[in-house]
């Protein structure tokens, strides 16, 4: 069973002006890995506090992954990937790399997702975007590579390409 926490980057939400509808879906999805989450936090969109809710969760909580919704994009408050890579000690590209491909068959605005995927320590981060909408289709597409990804995190010695 894998520890998940999910970071919902909102300055509405964080102020309880805007109910968050994505950290729900991303609790819901997560389900099947199988997953529980066992942390969850809605924080402005200041790249401080996210850097800091990164490390806790990761160094302090040790849960195996990070999911963040929110904050992705090119508006100046938009800070998620910066303080994601901040705090990330190898990055994982494949995951945005995936997630940005599939988007793009859905809309040519996915070309401006900043969304980033990496380690820190045992832990797996990943960037998701806001919308309930944009965290479905971007958490279905990584979802069937996680289990194995997080295995190998955590010391899994089995060879990648026996099945």
């Given at each position: 069973m894998f520890k998940v926490a999910i970071l919902t980057i909102s300055d509405k939400g964080s102020k309880g002006e805007r109910e968050d509808s994505s950290g729900p879906l991303i609790e819901e999805m997560v389900k099947d890995l199988p997953a529980r989450v066992t942390h969850y936090e809605?924080?402005?969109?200041?790249?401080?506090?996210?850097?800091?809710?990164?490390?806790?969760?990761?160094?302090?909580?040790?849960?195996?992954?990070?999911?963040?919704?929110?904050?992705?994009?090119?508006?100046?408050?938009?800070?998620?990937?910066?303080?994601?890579?901040?705090?990330?000690?190898?990055?994982?590209?494949?995951?945005?790399?995936?997630?940005?491909?599939?988007?793009?068959k859905k809309t040519p605005h996915a070309m401006i997702s900043r969304a980033v995927a990496g380690t820190r320590g045992s832990s797996l981060i990943v960037n998701l975007p806001g919308s309930p909408k944009g965290v479905r289709e971007n958490l279905s597409v990584i979802l069937p590579a996680l289990p194995h990804a997080l295995s190998k995190l955590k010391g899994d010695p089995s060879e990648c390409g026996q099945m």
């Amino acid at each position: 069973m894998f520890k998940v926490a999910i970071l919902t980057i909102s300055d509405k939400g964080s102020k309880g002006e805007r109910e968050d509808s994505s950290g729900p879906l991303i609790e819901e999805m997560v389900k099947d890995l199988p997953a529980r989450v066992t942390h969850y936090e809605i924080i402005p969109d200041e790249k401080e506090q996210i850097t800091s809710a990164l490390i806790k969760c990761a160094d302090s909580l040790k849960v195996d992954l990070i999911l963040t919704t929110g904050g992705t994009g090119l508006s100046p408050r938009d800070v998620t990937p910066d303080a994601t890579l901040e705090v990330m000690e190898k990055e994982v590209p494949g995951f945005s790399e995936a997630m940005r491909a599939e988007s793009l068959k859905k809309t040519p605005h996915a070309m401006i997702s900043r969304a980033v995927a990496g380690t820190r320590g045992s832990s797996l981060i990943v960037n998701l975007p806001g919308s309930p909408k944009g965290v479905r289709e971007n958490l279905s597409v990584i979802l069937p590579a996680l289990p194995h990804a997080l295995s190998k995190l955590k010391g899994d010695p089995s060879e990648c390409g026996q099945m």
